[in-house]
């Protein structure tokens, strides 16, 4: 999870559990996935059908392995370390807390907590230790699986965990029950996983907290699977393929989708920082077929690609999410992929609901592109099949029941809400963030997005920003991303940002503006600006310009911007620093 550590290749020299798993021969094809039951069992059916195809490669700085192991060892891996873990003591419903690199231990012990029935916590540990510490003691760990580093961590913190026994260090030394390398080398005789159902408990993911403290996500056996079949049925992602994972949660899809993992040597918390070239090398080394980032690793891949004038032919599929992803990035990136019909793709979704929505960098920038800069929001897209989306009335309240709830109609902005086999029904230990969050509908669960926006004619979803950074003023409500792509358009702008100073509803609009030129605003900028915001309807109540050297941005993603933080910022700068009107 981005920090370092020796870590050690597993003996690949295994047993199989089941002498039913046939050797069939590869072919580029879908794996058949039967609904239900325990996620890890998706591996052991695509270690049968393709035992010799290469489930993950992990590559060093110029793209070439260093580690590599087929469906076959890798399922064989996870019995011995699901095997291991259970005569250590872990029961069904056990919460294990997963912090190591990703790669090979990352993938094996994810699947093998899953057969053994335990639940993963899985946490960002970009977000910052205190923050990290916190998350990870609301979630009440019953033992952590990680480096030497974060064990060490968990023994100076260890009042906050009281319930954490189960502990084994991967790589390493640190105070543990036992190694990874222990785990790995368990005898299997008369090994036989737990019987798991689709809707026993599988993991707690924790959300970003870019705009609000973060909150653990249970999810399901069956959401996992669930999510896998929608993005492999909505992209037509076939077994065989290979993938690079820049978020390396996304690689748990591609085990069972029968997909190549194909690990980069980046540090995946800090997008924003990555060196292209390590992700260039490996997709050229490894003729990557799909690669999944945010929008700020995009940038830099894409900005890299034209200044080097470089093309990326192997790949047909380009994933970025967490985020818009802007125009430029989306056309940078198109010019990089020569493969035919290939593009970058935008799903829509969030920890708690994902996916919901996608659209083709083809179709922003031939279609919705140009009504995004005059202020239409950003258009994610249509919906991925069984999705259902409502738009409601904006309430800050909970709202117990389905039938409470005041729909709109086509066009109007309001809150923006999901329903599907893939969205999670609850936060762990948060009763009343998911009474906020959940609303329930005879024995489904929609899901409250805490974005705003609306449905056009076709049936594309469009996104208006989040539902806590629109401004209420005493002529009306101003939404954030309508109202910050009248001001993008200004080539000496980057990003700008709407803030409400004040309280609700009688806040009164200011608009920060981060430059491009370090240097900061000419002094006729702002007056500019003024004259841009007052020439469309969208901006015309805005008459407070400021702008700020660099603004703070969420840490998964490096793009969200930290609307909260500059309100508190705007209010607090004296008078003479703000460009009014």
Known sequence: ?????????????????????????????????????????????????????????????????????????????????????????????????????????????????????????????????????????????????????????????????????????????????????????????????????????????????????????????????????????????????????????????????????????????????????????????????QAFGSPALWERVGQHCREHQLTLPSLSRVLSAGAPVPPHVVESMRDALTASGADIHTPYGATEALPVAVISGRNIVSSTASRSATGAGTCVGALFPEIEVRIARIDDEPVKSFSDLQLLPLGDIGEIIVRGPSVTKRYFQRSQATALAKVTDGDTTWHRMGDVGYLDAEGRLWFCGRKAHRVETDSGTLFSVPCEAIFNQHSAVRRSALVGIGERPHQRPAIVVECHDPRGPSESLAKELHTLAANHSLTESIESVLFHPSFPVDIRHNVKINREQLATWAASQPASLQHHR
Not at 216 to 236: I, P, S, W
């Open 1 to 289: 999870m981005g920090i370092s550590l020796n870590w050690a290749r597993a003996n690949s020299s295994f047993a199989l559990r089941s002498s039913s798993r046939s050797c069939t021969s590869f072919a580029m094809t879908s794996v058949p996935n039967p609904p239900g039951g325990n996620v890890a069992e998706r591996l052991s059916r695509t270690a049968g059908l393709f035992p010799d195809q290469l489930a993950l490669i992990v590559c060093d700085q110029h793209g070439h392995s260093t580690t590599q192991h087929t469906f076959r060892e890798l399922d064989e891996l996870v019995d011995r370390l699901a095997a291991g873990l259970i005569q250590q003591g872990v029961s069904p419903g056990d919460r294990l807390v997963l912090m190591v690199r990703p790669g090979t231990e990352f993938l094996a012990l994810t699947f093998a907590m899953f057969r053994a029935g335990a639940v993963v916590v899985l946490i960002d540990p970009g977000m910052g230790l205190r923050r990290v510490v916190t998350c990870l003691e609301q979630a009440r760990p019953d033992g952590f699986v990680a480096i030497s580093r974060v064990q060490w961590a968990r023994c100076l913190y260890r009042r906050r965990f009281p319930g954490a026994r189960l502990n084994v260090r991967v790589g390493g030394w640190a105070p543990a029950l036992c190694s990874y390398r222990q785990l790995a080398n368990t005898e299997l005789t008369g090994f036989q996983p737990p019987d798991i159902l689709s809707q026993d408990p599988a993991a707690i993911i924790f959300t970003s907290g870019s705009t609000g403290p973060a909150k653990g996500v249970e999810y399901e056996h069956g959401m996992f699977c669930a999510q896998a079949d929608l993005l492999q049925t909505q992209f037509g992602i076939a077994a065989g393929e290979r993938d690079l994972p820049g978020f390396p949660l996304f690689a748990l899809f591609n085990v069972v989708m029968g997909v190549t993992s194909v690990f980069p040597d980046i540090d995946p918390t800090r997008p924003a920082d990555v060196d292209p070239r390590h992700i260039v090398a490996p997709i050229m080394e490894q003729q990557v077929t």
